[in-house]
T-cell receptor, first 115, second 112 residues
Framework: AQTVTQSQPEMSVQEAETVTLSCTYD???????LFWYKQPPSRQMILVIR??????QNATENRFSVNFQKAAKSFSLKISDSQLGDAAMYFC????????????FGKGTKLSVKP | EPEVTQTPSHQVTQMGQEVILRCVPI?????FYWYRQILGQKVEFLVS????????KSEIFDDQFSVERPDGSNFTLKIRSTKLEDSAMYFC??????????FGQGTRLTVV
């Protein structure tokens, strides 16, 4: 069975600094997708970034980037120039490839941003 | 920008009552999901729905739960005979194949 592990329950970063959130996963599939979702206090789930397993290049979305290490089954999220609005729960999620497939979430990391 | 819409945003119900949570997925999406998140815990998959039938369900999704897409736009989750432990945030999501799921803003269900 696929699992997603986030080993950091809480993280803190100074405004304008960089922070990295860790995620590891376990799967026997070769075709899959990985995601980072942000959940602010409003509790809505917002997609931050997506990585296709077949792509070697790490995904980047503005201040957000990932370090995807397929062999190590590691998928960390780097937030550069942290802003107060980045404070939220961050969930790493896995979906196996193909048309079917639900998301499997990690337990989340609560990120605090200090002014 | 199209979005997934869930109603109500908050539902309070008495234990043993039935509730229906409603969702309007994004119109051109094909796959629909319900997830739940008990306060302070991770998001858990309940059920997926494709081509007017359940395609996958978790062990949480027992006979107490049912889903329906009655009119081609709404996607509902019915919980019969609610229990205290059903209190959670319930998220509807939809996606175009094979990409990321778009989530609604959630319905907070409180069973008292």
């Amino acid at each position: 069975a696929q699992t997603v592990t986030q080993s950091q329950p809480e993280m803190s970063v100074q405004e304008a600094e960089t922070v990295t959130l860790s995620c590891t996963y376990d799967t026997s599939e070769s075709d899959y997708y990985l995601f980072w979702y942000k959940q602010p206090p409003s509790r809505q789930m917002i997609l931050v970034i997506r990585q296709e397993a077949y792509k070697q290049q790490n995904a980047t979305e503005n201040r957000f980037s990932v370090n995807f290490q397929k062999a190590a089954k590691s998928f960390s999220l780097k937030i550069s120039d942290s802003q107060l609005g980045d404070a939220a729960m961050y969930f790493c999620a896995y979906k196996y490839g193909g048309s079917q497939g639900n998301l499997i979430f990690g337990k989340g990391t609560k990120l605090s941003v200090k002014p | 920008e199209p979005e997934v819409t869930q109603t109500p945003s908050h539902q309070v119900t008495q234990m043993g009552q039935e509730v229906i949570l409603r969702c309007v997925p994004i119109s051109n999406h094909l796959y629909f999901y319900w997830y739940r998140q008990i306060l302070g815990q991770k998001v858990e998959f309940l059920v997926s729905f494709y081509n007017n039938e359940i395609s996958e369900k978790s062990e949480i999704f027992d006979d107490q739960f049912s889903v329906e897409r009655p009119d081609g736009s709404n996607f509902t989750l019915k919980i019969r005979s609610t229990k205290l432990e059903d209190s959670a945030m319930y998220f509807c999501a939809s996606r175009p194949d094979p990409f990321e799921a778009f989530f609604g803003q959630g319905t907070r269900l409180t069973v008292v």
